[in-house]
């Protein structure tokens, strides 16, 4: 009698098991590319409502869907989106990251925008910025771990080689934040990409505007573990999507169509 | 009369439901030495504490030295007085706790020039003066810097008596001062109130010590119930009392 | 798993830190030094507010502590920062416009966590105590500022300390407004390099600074607790007691 219910238990057991285990294959079997993004960054990725939305999105979508997969976005901190990408939190990373050399140390990148950096101030320009090297002296917001973090450091050490003022850097972890920063006043200028800009000079009705010219033109990548085959899975649907007009279609949606991917 | 220290007229006091003074008139005259006894409840405490307005009368009066007790009078009523005037009538009346309460954060001398210097504004040279006076009186000099800590009982309440005493008050107050004392000690403490009583300071002690009493009180007060059923001189009490219940009382402590 | 571990950024950290890390160490530490002792300032009103008579005062403190206990800190942070200018201020070094903000949020949110801890601390002091006070003729604030806080002060360390030690890894918080502090510091030096183990450097310096308090907590109790072991004073210590009201205040608020 014991034994029957042994046999019982053991069988209920595998019965669970075999539940439990079969959805997850069956979910890998529908495949799922999860993409970790910061979304702070309209109109590239920010929270709408709570959810995911943005031209990032739209393209994160695009290209899963011509994997024959669909997309899902895991919101991320950008100053730690590469680790989780690293520690498999996620598949791929799509952020309007810029292609640098040390991130290419670290992931693989599909490029798929081309894009460049604003500095945005106030209305008029009071504090007459122009370049980076006129911040001398002047405060600017910026998001950590990004390339116009990086550039602010560079023009730092450059400017204190010369004797120069530094420039009083605001580094926020959250792009929300520094954009934040300069909308309440708290700073002489924001440093992000054109996109950003562009939407917070639009939303805000005329009281910014751009200084001087575009700064560090340069490609964004999809990132992908070194390694990792949906690298080339994503750089094969990039193309067909630009090919067929699917790609340039989302960029116009979101008025981005200047920053297609520059051959 | 003009040498009245203490008038309480009709003096009642309620706690909640509870009334505990029914109506109590008592006058203590300057030099006099009053003993109040009576069995626990009977409201002498409670009476006592009135007299310093640590607690609110509901009724009657309390006057000190022609001042009225936490009352003033405006438009012909009582209503309650300051904060300010109630501490400055204070100044006038010394009291010793059944538990000395000593500052503990203090040395002895620290004690009992506290006051003194931030009550009165006594100049710190001045205060001390007087309370190495006084701390020779109580028979603890040796003592001033000591933390109340490493007292023990009889001598924290030797300087809670100096304590008090550093104010110059016009009124001593005493709440069962021997009553959490081991009974080595209690000797020490009532010889400084019996010498006390007989330089001629205003006393009123409520206590249960009946061989002070009897040697230091000009008169005794018996309560019951809230109310004085009886009041004398020491060999009024001790030989022939006149009320029942002060019978039945005397009789369990003596 | 130990050779995961990059042991030259880690030892180049702890052991060669650079300007603009001291500058992030030394953030962190004025930071917290700053709003822990605003917070208990803050908390001591709080404290004192809610144990007035005058009603809006306790309702004033109800408020207070029951809005900034129940909402979230970051969100205090970010809406303090956001909603309001601050000055950037020069004092010898920079303290940014958010640092400044940071320290008042900070400050304010710990003070309605204080009030609570002094509070306790307060009611734990024997009513006699109060009771001794008052009946010297001090006012009430006087006998709050001598009396009872010196002596609520032995009781508010532990947890003040416990508070504390909390607040210099809560001083984290700031950097979600740009406020250039130690876990600022690991956040860049991570992300220029992609080696995590800034952050173990960084957690060890929040070891140091936070063991460094332990000590100073264990001498400030060890002090506070002199007075109550009853120790008697030196000679040194009596002659300046003797000569100087103020250093003999000082010995006995401690």
Same mark, same amino acid.
């Given at each position: 009698?014991?034994?029957?219910?042994?046999?019982?238990?053991?069988?209920?057991?595998?019965?669970?098991? /075999?539940?439990?285990?079969?959805?997850?294959?069956?979910?890998?079997?529908?495949?799922?590319?999860?993409?970790?993004?910061?979304?702070?960054?309209?109109?590239?990725?920010?929270?709408?409502?709570?959810?995911?939305?943005?031209?990032?999105?739209?393209?994160?979508?695009?290209?899963?869907?011509?994997?024959?997969?669909?997309?899902?976005?895991?919101?991320?901190?950008?100053?730690?989106?590469?680790?989780?990408?690293?520690?498999?939190?996620?598949?791929?990373?799509?952020?309007?990251?810029?292609?640098?050399?040390?991130?290419?140390?670290?992931?693989?990148?599909?490029?798929?925008?081309?894009?460049?950096?604003?500095?945005?101030?106030?209305?008029?320009?009071?504090?007459?910025?122009?370049?980076?090297?006129?911040?001398?002296?002047?405060?600017?917001?910026?998001?950590?771990?990004?390339?116009?973090?990086?550039?602010?450091?560079?023009?730092?050490? /450059?400017?204190?080689?010369?004797?120069?003022?530094?420039?009083?850097?605001?580094?926020?972890?959250?792009?929300?934040?520094?954009?934040?920063?300069?909308?309440?006043?708290?700073?002489?200028?924001?440093?992000?990409?054109?996109?950003?800009?562009?939407?917070?000079?639009?939303?805000?009705?005329?009281?910014?505007?751009?200084?001087?010219?575009?700064?560090?033109?340069?490609?964004?990548?999809?990132?992908?573990?070194?390694?990792?085959?949906?690298?080339?899975?994503?750089?094969?649907?990039?193309?067909?999507?630009?090919?067929?007009?699917?790609?340039?279609?989302?960029?116009?949606?979101?008025?981005?169509?200047?920053?297609?991917?520059?051959? | 009369?003009?040498?009245?220290?203490?008038?309480?007229?009709?003096?009642?006091?309620?706690?909640?439901?509870?009334?505990?003074?029914? $109506?109590?008139?008592?006058?203590?005259?300057?030099?006099?030495?009053?003993?109040?006894?009576?069995?626990?409840?009977?409201?002498?405490?409670?009476? @006592?504490?009135?007299?310093?307005?640590?607690?609110?009368?509901?009724?009657?009066?309390?006057?000190?030295?022609?001042?009225?007790?936490?009352?003033?009078?405006?438009?012909?009523?009582?209503? +309650?007085?300051?904060?300010?005037?109630?501490?400055?009538?204070?100044?006038?009346?010394?009291?010793?706790?059944?538990?000395?309460?000593?500052?503990?954060?203090?040395?002895?001398?620290?004690?009992?020039?506290?006051?003194? @210097?931030?009550?009165?504004?006594?100049?710190?040279?001045?205060?001390?003066?007087?309370?190495?006076?006084?701390?020779?009186?109580?028979?603890?000099?040796?003592?001033?810097?000591?933390?109340?800590?490493?007292?023990?009982?009889?001598?924290?309440?030797?300087?809670?008596?100096?304590?008090?005493?550093?104010?110059?008050?016009?009124?001593?107050?005493?709440? +069962?001062?021997?009553?959490?004392?081991?009974?080595?000690?209690?000797?020490?403490?009532?010889?400084?109130?019996?010498?006390?009583?007989?330089? $001629?300071?205003?006393?009123?002690?409520?206590?249960? +010590?009946? $061989?002070? &009493?009897?040697?230091? &009180?000009?008169?005794?007060?018996?309560?019951?119930?809230?109310?004085? @059923?009886?009041?004398?001189?020491?060999?009024?009490?001790?030989? &022939?009392?006149?009320?029942?219940?002060?019978?039945?009382?005397?009789?369990?402590?003596? | 798993?130990?050779?995961?571990?990059?042991? *030259?950024?880690?030892?180049?950290?702890?052991? *060669?830190?650079?300007?603009?890390?001291?500058?992030?160490?030394?953030?962190?530490?004025?930071?917290?030094?700053?709003?822990?002792?605003?917070?208990?300032?803050?908390?001591?009103?709080?404290?004192?507010?809610?144990?007035?008579?005058?009603?809006?005062?306790?309702?004033?403190?109800?408020?207070?502590?029951?809005?900034?206990?129940?909402?979230?800190?970051?969100?205090?942070?970010?809406?303090?920062?956001?909603?309001?200018?601050?000055?950037?201020? *020069?004092?010898?070094?920079?303290?940014?416009?958010?640092?400044?903000?940071?320290?008042?949020?900070?400050?304010?949110?710990?003070?309605?966590?204080?009030?609570?801890?002094?509070?306790?601390?307060?009611?734990? #002091?024997?009513?006699?105590?109060? %009771?001794?006070?008052?009946?010297?003729?001090?006012?009430?604030?006087?006998? #709050?500022?001598?009396?009872?806080?010196?002596?609520?002060?032995?009781?508010?360390?532990?947890?003040?300390?416990? %508070?504390?030690?909390?607040?210099?890894?809560?001083?984290?918080?700031?950097?979600?407004?740009?406020?250039?502090?130690?876990?600022?510091?690991?956040?860049?030096?991570?992300?220029?390099?992609?080696?995590?183990?800034?952050?173990?450097?960084?957690?060890?310096?929040?070891?140091?600074?936070?063991?460094?308090?332990?000590?100073?907590?264990?001498?400030?109790?060890?002090?506070?607790?002199?007075?109550?072991?009853?120790?008697? #004073?030196?000679?040194? %210590?009596?002659?300046?007691?003797?000569?100087?009201?103020?250093?003999?205040?000082?010995?006995?608020?401690?």
């Amino acid at each position: 009698m014991r034994s029957i219910g042994i046999a019982a238990v053991g069988a209920l057991i595998l019965a669970v098991g /075999a539940l439990v285990a079969y959805p997850a294959g069956a979910a890998r079997q529908a495949k799922t590319i999860s993409f970790c993004s910061d979304t702070t960054y309209p109109p590239m990725e920010s929270l709408v409502g709570g959810k995911p939305t943005g031209a990032d999105i739209d393209i994160a979508n695009a290209v899963a869907k011509q994997i024959g997969a669909s997309a899902q976005i895991k919101v991320t901190g950008f100053d730690v989106i590469i680790p989780a990408l690293l520690k498999k939190k996620c598949d791929a990373i799509i952020s309007s990251m810029t292609i640098t050399a040390a991130r290419s140390k670290q992931v693989h990148f599909t490029p798929y925008i081309t894009v460049g950096a604003f500095l945005m101030v106030k209305k008029g320009n009071p504090s007459h910025i122009s370049t980076l090297a006129s911040l001398s002296g002047k405060s600017v917001a910026v998001e950590s771990a990004t390339t116009e973090a990086a550039a602010l450091a560079a023009e730092n050490a /450059a400017l204190s080689k010369q004797g120069k003022a530094k420039i009083t850097v605001k580094i926020f972890p959250a792009d929300t934040s520094a954009a934040a920063a300069i909308l309440a006043g708290k700073v002489d200028a924001y440093f992000a990409d054109a996109p950003p800009v562009a939407y917070y000079i639009t939303t805000t009705h005329g009281k910014f505007q751009t200084a001087g010219k575009q700064i560090e033109s340069a490609p964004e990548g999809i990132a992908t573990r070194k390694g990792d085959p949906l690298g080339s899975q994503i750089g094969k649907a990039v193309t067909t999507l630009y090919k067929n007009g699917s790609l340039p279609k989302i960029l116009a949606k979101w008025n981005l169509s200047a920053f297609a991917l520059k051959k | 009369m003009s040498d009245v220290v203490m008038s309480a007229e009709d003096v009642r006091k309620s706690f909640g439901k509870l009334e505990v003074l029914k $109506g109590v008139t008592l006058d203590v005259h300057k030099g006099e030495t009053v003993c109040i006894i009576g069995a626990s409840g009977s409201g002498k405490t409670t009476f @006592i504490r009135c007299i310093n307005h640590l607690e609110k009368i509901d009724g009657g009066r309390i006057t000190v030295n022609g001042h009225l007790i936490g009352y003033r009078q405006r438009n012909g009523r009582l209503v +309650e007085d300051s904060e300010k005037n109630i501490a400055r009538q204070r100044t006038e009346i010394g009291m010793v706790f059944q538990r000395f309460n000593l500052f503990p954060h203090m040395t002895v001398l620290e004690n009992v020039v506290e006051a003194p @210097i931030r009550v009165l504004g006594l100049p710190h040279d001045q205060a001390v003066f007087r309370a190495e006076e006084l701390l020779e009186r109580v028979g603890l000099s040796d003592k001033r810097y000591t933390y109340p800590g490493k007292l023990s009982g009889g001598q924290q309440q030797r300087v809670a008596i100096a304590r008090a005493l550093a104010m110059r008050p016009a009124l001593m107050l005493f709440d +069962e001062p021997t009553s959490a004392l081991d009974p080595e000690v209690t000797g020490e403490v009532l010889s400084v109130m019996e010498e006390l009583a007989h330089e $001629g300071t205003t006393m009123i002690v409520v206590t249960h +010590e009946m $061989g002070f &009493a009897r040697k230091a &009180a000009d008169r005794i007060v018996m309560m019951d119930d809230g109310g004085i @059923i009886e009041e004398g001189t020491p060999e009024h009490f001790f030989t &022939a009392p006149e009320q029942e219940r002060t019978k039945q009382f005397l009789s369990k402590i003596l | 798993m130990l050779v995961a571990i990059d042991w *030259h950024v880690i030892w180049l950290r702890l052991f *060669h830190p650079d300007g603009t890390f001291a500058r992030a160490l030394w953030a962190t530490v004025y930071i917290s030094v700053v709003a822990q002792t605003l917070g208990v300032l803050l908390g001591l009103f709080a404290a004192l507010a809610r144990m007035s008579r005058i009603w809006p005062l306790r309702a004033l403190s109800g408020v207070y502590v029951l809005v900034f206990r129940g909402t979230p800190l970051l969100v205090q942070i970010f809406y303090l920062y956001f909603a309001f200018s601050w000055p950037t201020l *020069h004092i010898g070094f920079t303290v940014s416009d958010a640092a400044v903000a940071a320290i008042v949020a900070l400050s304010i949110n710990e003070g309605a966590y204080m009030r609570e801890i002094i509070r306790a601390g307060i009611d734990s #002091i024997d009513k006699g105590q109060m %009771e001794a006070a008052r009946s010297l003729g001090m006012r009430y604030a006087l006998a #709050i500022r001598r009396i009872v806080l010196p002596q609520a002060a032995r009781v508010i360390v532990p947890p003040l300390g416990n %508070e504390f030690n909390n607040m210099m890894k809560t001083t984290s918080l700031a950097y979600t407004i740009g406020v250039y502090e130690l876990f600022a510091d690991a956040e860049q030096g991570y992300s220029r390099t992609f080696i995590a183990d800034y952050f173990i450097a960084v957690a060890f310096w929040y070891l140091v600074l936070t063991t460094v308090w332990t000590f100073v907590q264990a001498m400030i109790e060890r002090r506070l607790a002199a007075s109550e072991r009853g120790d008697v #004073i030196g000679f040194r %210590e009596r002659l300046v007691a003797a000569w100087n009201p103020v250093t003999a205040w000082a010995r006995g608020a401690r």
